[in-house]
Protein backbone atom coordinates (compact mmCIF):
# COMPACT_ATOMS: atom_id res chain seq x y z
CA UNK A 1 0.00 0.00 0.00
CA UNK A 2 2.95 2.38 0.96
CA UNK A 3 4.40 1.61 -2.93
CA UNK A 4 0.89 2.64 -4.31
CA UNK A 5 0.57 5.31 -2.34
CA UNK A 6 3.99 6.77 -3.28
CA UNK A 7 3.34 6.01 -6.96
CA UNK A 8 0.21 8.04 -6.38
CA UNK A 9 1.82 10.78 -5.32
CA UNK A 10 4.42 10.91 -7.95
CA UNK A 11 2.04 11.14 -10.40
CA UNK A 12 0.26 13.94 -8.73
CA UNK A 13 3.55 15.86 -8.52
CA UNK A 14 4.51 15.20 -12.25
CA UNK A 15 0.88 16.08 -13.39
CA UNK A 16 1.12 19.53 -11.37
CA UNK A 17 5.04 20.34 -13.10
CA UNK A 18 3.67 19.67 -16.27
CA UNK A 19 0.75 22.47 -15.67
CA UNK A 20 3.46 24.97 -14.38
CA UNK A 21 4.64 27.73 -16.64
CA UNK A 22 8.06 29.74 -16.49
CA UNK A 23 7.67 33.18 -16.93
CA UNK A 24 11.02 35.55 -18.01
CA UNK A 25 11.48 39.07 -16.85
CA UNK A 26 14.30 41.88 -16.52
CA UNK A 27 15.05 44.49 -13.96
CA UNK A 28 16.37 47.60 -15.03
CA UNK A 29 18.14 50.24 -12.88
CA UNK A 30 18.43 53.00 -13.85
CA UNK A 31 21.11 55.59 -12.15
CA UNK A 32 22.02 59.25 -11.85
CA UNK A 33 25.17 61.18 -10.81
CA UNK A 34 25.71 62.25 -7.47
CA UNK A 35 27.79 65.24 -8.65
CA UNK A 36 25.79 66.10 -12.32
CA UNK A 37 28.07 69.06 -12.92
CA UNK A 38 31.15 66.18 -13.55
CA UNK A 39 28.92 63.86 -15.76
CA UNK A 40 26.31 65.05 -18.52
CA UNK A 41 24.87 63.39 -21.24
CA UNK A 42 25.83 62.96 -24.73
CA UNK A 43 23.69 62.63 -27.95
CA UNK A 44 23.39 58.75 -27.59
CA UNK A 45 22.15 58.83 -24.30
CA UNK A 46 25.22 57.94 -22.14
CA UNK A 47 27.53 59.32 -18.98
CA UNK A 48 30.62 61.27 -20.16
CA UNK A 49 33.01 63.58 -18.41
CA UNK A 50 35.54 65.83 -20.23
CA UNK A 51 38.48 67.88 -19.16
CA UNK A 52 41.43 69.92 -21.45
CA UNK A 53 43.32 66.11 -21.69
CA UNK A 54 40.33 63.57 -22.50
CA UNK A 55 36.99 62.78 -22.64
CA UNK A 56 35.35 59.34 -21.15
CA UNK A 57 31.95 57.92 -22.26
CA UNK A 58 30.47 55.04 -19.63
CA UNK A 59 28.29 52.76 -20.90
CA UNK A 60 26.96 51.16 -18.27
CA UNK A 61 24.56 48.49 -19.81
CA UNK A 62 25.41 45.09 -19.27
CA UNK A 63 23.79 42.61 -17.02
CA UNK A 64 24.68 42.08 -12.97
CA UNK A 65 26.44 45.97 -13.84
CA UNK A 66 28.71 44.90 -16.44
CA UNK A 67 30.14 48.10 -17.85
CA UNK A 68 32.09 49.62 -20.48
CA UNK A 69 34.17 53.20 -20.56
CA UNK A 70 35.47 54.86 -23.34
CA UNK A 71 38.65 57.05 -23.15
CA UNK A 72 39.52 59.52 -25.55
CA UNK A 73 42.88 61.37 -25.72
CA UNK A 74 42.79 65.20 -26.83
CA UNK A 75 46.46 65.59 -25.66
CA UNK A 76 49.54 66.09 -27.46
CA UNK A 77 50.81 63.42 -25.11
CA UNK A 78 50.06 59.42 -23.87
CA UNK A 79 47.78 59.09 -21.32
CA UNK A 80 47.74 56.20 -19.05
CA UNK A 81 45.75 55.02 -16.75
CA UNK A 82 46.94 54.31 -13.95
CA UNK A 83 45.82 50.68 -13.44
CA UNK A 84 45.89 50.56 -9.07
CA UNK A 85 44.72 53.81 -8.62
CA UNK A 86 41.32 52.95 -11.14
CA UNK A 87 39.16 51.35 -8.54
CA UNK A 88 35.26 50.18 -8.12
CA UNK A 89 33.68 50.93 -4.64
CA UNK A 90 30.17 49.84 -4.33
CA UNK A 91 28.41 50.41 -1.08
CA UNK A 92 31.84 51.50 0.87
CA UNK A 93 33.86 48.43 -0.51
CA UNK A 94 36.14 48.64 -3.29
CA UNK A 95 37.72 46.26 -5.78
CA UNK A 96 40.54 47.17 -8.58
CA UNK A 97 39.16 48.81 -11.86
CA UNK A 98 41.08 46.37 -13.61
CA UNK A 99 41.22 42.83 -12.43
CA UNK A 100 44.41 41.88 -14.62
CA UNK A 101 47.18 42.94 -16.06
CA UNK A 102 46.00 44.77 -19.38
CA UNK A 103 47.44 47.56 -21.74
CA UNK A 104 46.00 51.23 -19.95
CA UNK A 105 47.88 53.69 -22.34
CA UNK A 106 46.09 55.57 -24.93
CA UNK A 107 48.34 57.20 -28.02
CA UNK A 108 47.81 60.85 -28.85
CA UNK A 109 44.29 62.00 -30.51
CA UNK A 110 42.96 58.34 -30.32
CA UNK A 111 40.74 56.55 -28.01
CA UNK A 112 41.00 52.85 -26.07
CA UNK A 113 37.54 51.30 -24.98
CA UNK A 114 37.70 49.42 -21.75
CA UNK A 115 34.82 46.72 -21.07
CA UNK A 116 34.21 44.07 -18.11
CA UNK A 117 33.78 46.30 -15.59
CA UNK A 118 32.00 44.33 -12.82
CA UNK A 119 29.44 45.85 -10.73
CA UNK A 120 28.01 43.14 -9.20
CA UNK A 121 24.53 44.15 -9.16
CA UNK A 122 22.07 42.11 -7.75
CA UNK A 123 18.55 42.42 -8.34
CA UNK A 124 16.05 44.94 -5.82
CA UNK A 125 13.20 43.52 -3.86
CA UNK A 126 10.86 46.02 -2.21
CA UNK A 127 7.76 45.64 -0.92
CA UNK A 128 6.30 48.47 -2.78
CA UNK A 129 7.49 46.94 -6.12
CA UNK A 130 5.98 43.50 -7.44
CA UNK A 131 7.89 40.98 -8.94
CA UNK A 132 5.28 39.66 -11.48
CA UNK A 133 4.50 42.71 -14.05
CA UNK A 134 2.06 41.76 -16.64
CA UNK A 135 2.14 43.14 -20.11
CA UNK A 136 2.61 46.45 -20.77
CA UNK A 137 2.57 47.33 -17.25
CA UNK A 138 5.75 46.98 -15.89
CA UNK A 139 6.17 47.52 -11.85
CA UNK A 140 8.44 50.78 -10.85
CA UNK A 141 9.75 52.26 -8.01
CA UNK A 142 11.98 55.62 -7.63
CA UNK A 143 14.65 56.54 -4.92
CA UNK A 144 16.23 59.99 -3.84
CA UNK A 145 20.18 59.91 -2.52
CA UNK A 146 18.63 59.07 1.23
CA UNK A 147 16.57 55.64 0.08
CA UNK A 148 18.52 54.82 -2.51
CA UNK A 149 19.58 50.65 -2.15
CA UNK A 150 22.84 51.14 -3.93
CA UNK A 151 25.80 53.74 -4.62
CA UNK A 152 28.79 52.95 -6.51
CA UNK A 153 31.56 54.83 -7.93
CA UNK A 154 34.68 54.92 -10.62
CA UNK A 155 37.44 56.25 -9.77
CA UNK A 156 39.80 56.80 -12.35
CA UNK A 157 43.45 58.30 -12.48
CA UNK A 158 45.32 58.94 -15.67
CA UNK A 159 48.95 60.75 -16.15
CA UNK A 160 50.50 61.94 -19.00
CA UNK A 161 53.08 60.21 -20.48
CA UNK A 162 55.66 62.96 -20.87
CA UNK A 163 54.84 66.12 -18.52
CA UNK A 164 53.87 63.62 -15.84
CA UNK A 165 50.52 65.73 -15.29
CA UNK A 166 48.72 63.36 -12.82
CA UNK A 167 44.77 63.44 -12.42
CA UNK A 168 41.99 61.48 -10.27
CA UNK A 169 38.20 61.95 -11.00
CA UNK A 170 35.70 60.42 -9.13
CA UNK A 171 32.64 58.92 -10.65
CA UNK A 172 29.87 58.59 -7.83
CA UNK A 173 26.43 57.27 -9.09
CA UNK A 174 23.42 55.81 -7.20
CA UNK A 175 20.35 53.75 -8.33
CA UNK A 176 17.19 56.68 -8.87
CA UNK A 177 14.79 53.71 -10.27
CA UNK A 178 14.03 50.20 -10.52
CA UNK A 179 11.50 48.51 -12.96
CA UNK A 180 10.51 44.97 -12.87
CA UNK A 181 9.02 44.18 -16.68
CA UNK A 182 8.21 41.02 -19.05
CA UNK A 183 10.86 40.31 -21.07
CA UNK A 184 8.65 40.25 -23.79
CA UNK A 185 8.02 43.89 -23.10
CA UNK A 186 11.50 44.77 -23.71
CA UNK A 187 12.99 43.07 -26.77
CA UNK A 188 10.91 42.99 -30.24
CA UNK A 189 11.74 40.94 -33.06
CA UNK A 190 11.44 43.31 -35.76
CA UNK A 191 12.25 40.99 -39.04
CA UNK A 192 11.63 36.83 -39.22
CA UNK A 193 13.69 34.32 -40.31
CA UNK A 194 14.00 31.01 -41.04
CA UNK A 195 17.23 30.80 -39.13
CA UNK A 196 16.49 30.30 -34.94
CA UNK A 197 18.23 32.54 -32.84
CA UNK A 198 18.11 33.26 -28.79
CA UNK A 199 17.35 36.56 -27.99
CA UNK A 200 19.93 36.47 -24.77
CA UNK A 201 22.83 36.98 -27.23
CA UNK A 202 21.13 40.11 -28.77
CA UNK A 203 22.98 43.29 -27.26
CA UNK A 204 19.72 44.99 -25.66
CA UNK A 205 21.47 48.60 -26.25
CA UNK A 206 20.62 48.69 -29.81
CA UNK A 207 19.04 47.89 -33.06
CA UNK A 208 20.87 44.40 -34.62
CA UNK A 209 20.51 41.94 -37.30
CA UNK A 210 21.88 38.32 -36.15
CA UNK A 211 21.32 35.57 -39.24
CA UNK A 212 18.60 37.98 -40.85
CA UNK A 213 16.30 38.41 -37.28
CA UNK A 214 16.15 42.12 -36.66
CA UNK A 215 16.05 42.76 -32.92
CA UNK A 216 15.01 45.71 -31.10
CA UNK A 217 15.31 46.50 -27.36
CA UNK A 218 12.62 48.90 -26.33
CA UNK A 219 14.29 51.11 -23.62
CA UNK A 220 17.29 53.75 -23.26
CA UNK A 221 19.68 51.90 -21.45
CA UNK A 222 23.20 53.40 -21.25
CA UNK A 223 22.82 54.95 -18.16
CA UNK A 224 21.45 51.52 -16.12
CA UNK A 225 22.46 48.14 -16.16
CA UNK A 226 19.74 45.01 -15.71
CA UNK A 227 19.40 41.79 -14.18
CA UNK A 228 16.96 38.49 -15.88
CA UNK A 229 14.69 36.50 -13.84
CA UNK A 230 12.08 33.61 -13.66
CA UNK A 231 9.39 32.60 -12.27
CA UNK A 232 7.96 29.39 -12.28
CA UNK A 233 4.12 29.77 -12.08
Not at 30 to 48: A, C, S, V, W
Not at 84 to 97: P, R
Not at 160 to 177: G, L, M, Q
Not at 184 to 198: F, G, L
Amino acid sequence: MKNYNAFILVLVVAFFASCATTKNYIQIAQTLPTNPETLRINEDGKYFYQDENCKIVFDLWGEGGRSNFVVYNYSDEALVLCADECLITKEGYTNDMFSEAIGTAIAPHSFRSFSGLKLGYERIFDCDLSIRPVTNVPASFAYDLSSTPTRFSFYITYIKSISREKKSIDFPFYISRVTNYLRSDIIQRTTESKTSISCENVPYSRTVTYDEIQYKYLFSPATGFYVKYSIVE
